[in-house]
């Protein structure tokens, strides 16, 4: 097989013939150029080819490329909407717990409050504590957005506050049951004692001790006081207890006797009406006269003694004593003959 070879050191002369006058312009071309241009021509194309199909490849799979970052960032654009929602969600709920921990707070302070005045009303002694914070229902102000470091802060102090209140709580129900006992006991002393006030007046116009007689015009022993009142005001025995005597006497007048626990007794003179008899077990606040002047006095009013172990004492401590407000219930029980 004859294999065709290019004669060494033979060049091709082109020749290029210009209109007109101009010279012809001659082009030498060795004859190894003339066998490696077409060669190189057909490189050229299959390297252009071969970039052009690389160019189509990478310009697919960068649309492809696209795509997915397009539908990625669409589903995490979703999931970050989502989140933020959740979190605004959370900020919300943090902030009304926030709230709440506040209202419990505030909540206890008012029972607080309430124990301090359960134990004030009966005469129970409490610890010293700090003035309670008002309460408002005005709110108002500028909005100022919360900032994470004010979140996290706030997440940290209700925390805070809700660990401590669940102590507090404890606590308190603890102290509130000691409480309700202690002013059970104590009511039902109160009960017992003559702490109620006898008469609707609570003027007193003639003190127990040494006085001058009013008829006499003599220094002489008051045992007990002398209520200013009405002719016909109701008069309330001050203490439960059991009626041991009810008569009429020249310098007593009308009156009652009733026995109490304790070796206390009370009596009320001068009545103008007597509305219980012997024997009767009465409550605290229940009627058992009406203001008068009989016996040896100068006008309308009650004489109310107290007495313990059978001695004279002064009745103005014990009527001291007295729940403001006292609203017993007033029945009489009656003897059973």
């Known amino acids: 097989m004859k294999k065709?070879?290019?004669?060494?050191?033979?060049?091709?002369?082109?020749?290029?013939?210009?209109?007109?006058?101009?010279?012809?312009?001659?082009?030498?071309?060795?004859?190894?150029?003339?066998?490696?241009?077409?060669?190189?021509?057909?490189?050229?194309?299959?390297?252009?080819?071969?970039?052009?199909?690389?160019?189509?490849?990478?310009?697919?799979?960068?649309?492809?490329?696209?795509?997915?970052?397009?539908?990625?960032?669409?589903?995490?654009?979703?999931?970050?909407?989502m989140k933020e929602g959740t979190i605004k969600q959370l900020q919300v709920e943090l902030?009304?717990?926030?709230?709440?921990?506040?209202?419990?707070?505030?909540?206890?302070?008012?029972?607080?409050?309430?124990?301090?005045?359960?134990?004030?009303?009966?005469?129970?002694?409490?610890?010293?504590?700090?003035?309670?914070?008002p309460s408002e229902d005005g709110v108002g102000g500028?909005?100022?957005?919360?900032?994470?470091?004010e979140l996290e802060e706030l997440a940290h102090n209700t925390s805070t506050v809700l660990n401590s209140l669940d102590g507090e709580i404890t606590d308190l129900k603890e102290r509130l049951t000691s409480t309700k006992e202690l002013a059970q006991k104590r009511l039902q002393t109160l009960r017992v004692t003559p702490t109620y006030w006898p008469t609707q007046s609570q003027r007193i116009t003639s003190f127990f001790g040494v006085r001058m007689d009013p008829f006499s015009g003599e220094p002489g022993i008051h045992k007990g006081i002398d209520i200013a009142g009405h002719m016909g005001d109701p008069v309330f025995a001050a203490a439960d207890g059991r009626v041991s005597d009810t008569g009429t006497m020249s310098e007593r007048g009308n009156y009652v006797v009733v026995t109490h626990a304790m070796g206390l007794t009370t009596r009320y003179f001068h009545l103008s009406r007597i509305e219980v008899k012997t024997g009767d077990r009465i409550h605290q606040g229940v009627v058992i006269g009406k203001v008068g002047s009989s016996g040896r006095s100068t006008g309308p009013h009650l004489h109310f003694e107290v007495m313990k172990r059978g001695e004279s004492v002064d009745p103005r401590p014990y009527l001291k004593m007295a729940i403001k407000g006292n609203s017993a219930d007033v029945q009489v029980e009656k003897r059973q003959d």
């Open 142 to 149: 500028e909005y100022v957005a919360i900032q994470d470091d």
């Open 4 to 81: 065709s070879v290019v004669p060494r050191g033979k060049h091709f002369t082109f020749l290029v013939l210009p209109d007109g006058a101009r010279p012809v312009l001659r082009f030498r071309v060795h004859a190894i150029l003339l066998v490696l241009l077409p060669i190189i021509f057909v490189a050229l194309m299959a390297i252009a080819s071969t970039l052009y199909m690389l160019h189509d490849h990478a310009r697919g799979q960068l649309d492809q490329l696209h795509s997915k970052l397009s539908t990625a960032n669409e589903t995490y654009s979703k999931q970050l909407a």
């Open 95 to 133: 902030a009304q717990l926030a709230q709440q921990a506040e209202s419990v707070e505030m909540r206890i302070e008012e029972l607080n409050k309430l124990e301090s005045d359960v134990k004030s009303l009966v005469g129970i002694p409490e610890e010293e504590t700090g003035p309670a914070e």
